[in-house]
């Protein structure tokens, strides 16, 4: 707990001067809390006329006899003027009352509207910390983690880590400062008194704990199960197509009801043990003034030790204790809440980069001459992918890759792009190992265009800008026109500064494919990667984006996976894989005449 709370708090450091204001007013709050009990000792006095008449002034003899001190000056000033003027005496000591009550409420908002801004800030920068830390993850991570759980993460987690966590930090200072300052005040009244709370308050504190012991688990439980339907949502709001062709619906509600019964079932684990916490709580405090009623009671009916007005200013400032005590034990529950929220949160931040830049890497200014795989070998989870992979595409070249669906070439894609590192082997680019390349560089040289049109909730220039962010209306425009995308944007209803809803579903397949082109054409890559960019579309649509895509494919070298016989035939060398390995290369021409994979890929083609 400590080290998870610890590192959370790291993110409160450029606040800290927003934390000592919290410390200082919360240092306020605790002292005019007790002296507001304090001030009630003359008010009541005056009301039950039980103030000494005295006519010499209280004499100081030390810290041991502070409160007599204190008593007997307030008698001696007090017995001076209430027999003169009763009324004025009264409203005196009413608005020494009052003026103490004020004060405390004063510095307890300004130590709340501080902490606010230390608080506030902590959640803010973290959420920024996690979204870049999961724009910085490699491919890999989210291949192995579900959607759901992140979208947890990302949402309820760190709502929880502001209700139940770092509410923990209004706690810290404010409580255990009223504490102290009302046990001072209490010691000066009766130490014989003060010693059984003292006694008291690690007991009822030891008992709350107990309670809440396992919340952690339970409350890691709940996130889980969060996570699994918030997946589930996911996967049916994407697959809402082949759910409602497959009649696939009352599988998906029965899959869904489970879910959301099972985080059902652990919710009301967590929230019963949290709902305990109050009337225990509430219990103990009754059982610690009832016996502090008896006890006291005695001392001034029978022993006449303190006074009655003495012992009721006690009593509220051992209320004034049990209080924040209480607040502090079940704190304890929302601790352990709040660390199983800040776990899991640490959990994305530690995550290591298994792809990250080596120290001194290499910036791959231009590319110049050749990208070569050598021996190359890659595994997925254990199984194996790529064997013993070779080739060389050199500078211009257009390079095709043919072969069965899961035969290898989008992870050979993949590879270039270094989503993923080898197992075996190497890949160079200009003779430098691709690991030793500095990322950020390599992602400048390459334009990727896959079979999914990834595009966003966006304007159709900001989407189209994202291929460069300098780039002039006139820029972005002439790359429309040459992907043949610029005619239907002009359509739309605010031409380039329509929104293309969530992932351009207000677009068909065809212009959202152009879309994607004309986004690459602005990045002007040197090395262009094709990943079927034309298979999941309509012949029409496949005409209009096979001649963007020629416009693309001009003076660069490219990459390129294709199920279309007609963008195949222009390579300058075409690979056949099968079950993960290179079976034959050469031109369409060559191949036909020595490859039977190749001419059976072939025949397929002109079936379609």
């Known amino acids: 707990m400590k080290s998870s709370f610890q590192n959370i708090l790291k993110f409160g450091w450029k606040y800290k001067s927003y934390a000592l204001l919290n410390i200082t007013f919360n240092a306020f709050y605790a002292l005019f809390s007790a002296l507001s009990f304090i001030s009630l000792i003359p008010m009541l006095n005056v009301l039950f006329e039980t103030t000494e008449n005295r006519i010499e002034p209280a004499k100081y003899n030390g810290i041991f006899s502070g409160h007599d001190y204190l008593k007997d000056s307030l008698s001696f000033y007090i017995s001076k003027r209430v027999d003169d003027d009763p009324e004025g005496t009264l409203m005196l000591v009413i608005g020494l009352v009052v003026s103490m009550f004020l004060l405390k409420n004063i510095s307890n908002y300004l130590a709340l509207y501080f902490i606010t801004y230390l608080r506030n800030g902590i959640i803010n920068d973290l959420r920024n910390k996690i979204y870049l ?23 309820s987690d760190v709502t929880e880590l502001q209700i139940s966590f770092l509410s923990i930090l209004e706690l810290i200072v404010r409580e255990p400062l009223t504490i102290l300052f009302s046990l001072v005040a209490m010691l000066f009244f009766s130490a014989k008194l003060t010693l059984f709370v003292l006694f ?90 009832g016996v502090l009623l008896w006890f006291g009671g005695n001392m001034v009916l029978v022993e006449g030790s303190i006074s009655g007005t003495s012992f009721i200013v006690y009593m509220g400032l051992a209320y004034n204790i049990l209080t ?4 502090i034990s079940k704190a304890s529950y929302s601790i352990e809440k709040g660390n199983a ?15 990250k830049d080596k120290p001194n890497a290499y910036i ?42 899961g035969s290898g070439k989008t992870t050979l894609t993949s590879l270039l792009n270094r989503f993923y590192d080898i197992d075996q082997g190497s890949i160079k680019i200009d003779g430098v190992p691709i690991n030793r390349i500095k990322k950020e560089s390599l992602y400048q040289k390459i334009g990727m265009v896959t079979q999914e049109s990834i595009l966003f909730n966006d304007t159709v220039y900001n989407n189209l800008k994202l291929g460069n962010s300098k780039a002039s209306f006139k820029a972005i425009k002439s790359a429309a026109i040459a992907a043949n995308a610029d005619e239907f944007i002009q359509k739309m209803a605010k031409g380039y500064d329509t929104v293309i809803g969530d992932s351009g579903n207000q677009l068909s397949g065809g212009q959202k494919q152009r879309l994607t082109i004309a986004r690459a054409l602005l990045k002007d890559p040197e090395l262009l990667i094709l990943d079927e960019a034309t298979s999941a579309l309509d012949t029409e649509a496949e005409k209009e984006v ?21 963008t195949i035939q222009k390579a300058d060398l075409i690979l056949v894989l099968k079950q993960g390995k290179i079976v034959a290369s050469g031109t369409h021409k060559k191949l036909l005449e020595s490859s039977e994979e190749y001419n059976n890929w072939v025949q397929i083609q002109k079936m379609d």
């Open 364 to 405: 791959l200014d231009y590319f110049k001459r050749s990208i070569i795989f050598d021996k190359v070998a890659f595994n997925y989870e254990n199984k194996p992918v790529l064997k013993d992979v070779s080739f060389k595409i050199s500078k211009g070249q257009m390079v095709a890759l043919v072969g069965p669906s």
């Open 133 to 155: 830390k999961i724009i910085s993850l490699p491919l890999s991570y989210f291949s192995k983690t579900k959607k759901g759980d992140l979208m947890a993460k990302i949402t």
């Open 324 to 327: 924040p005590a209480k607040a």
């Open 200 to 289: 008291f308050i690690p007991i009822s504190g030891l008992i709350i704990s107990r309670i809440g012991k396992n919340l952690k688990s339970k409350s890691d439980k709940v996130q889980q199960k969060q996570g699994d339907f918030l997946s589930l949502i996911d996967e049916t709001i994407k697959g809402q197509k082949i759910i409602k062709t497959f009649l696939a619906g009352d599988h998906f509600k029965k899959k869904f009801k489970a879910a959301t019964n099972r985080f059902y079932f652990f919710s009301n684990q967590l929230l019963h043990r949290t709902s305990l916490a109050g009337p225990t709580s509430e219990f103990l405090g009754i059982v610690a003034i």
């Open 546 to 566: 096979q001649n963007a895509l020629e416009e693309l494919m001009k003076n660069r070298t490219s990459l390129v996976i294709a199920h279309r016989l007609s």
């Open 341 to 355: 929220a800040a776990e899991r949160i640490l959990d994305i931040l530690n995550t290591k980069d298994q792809l």
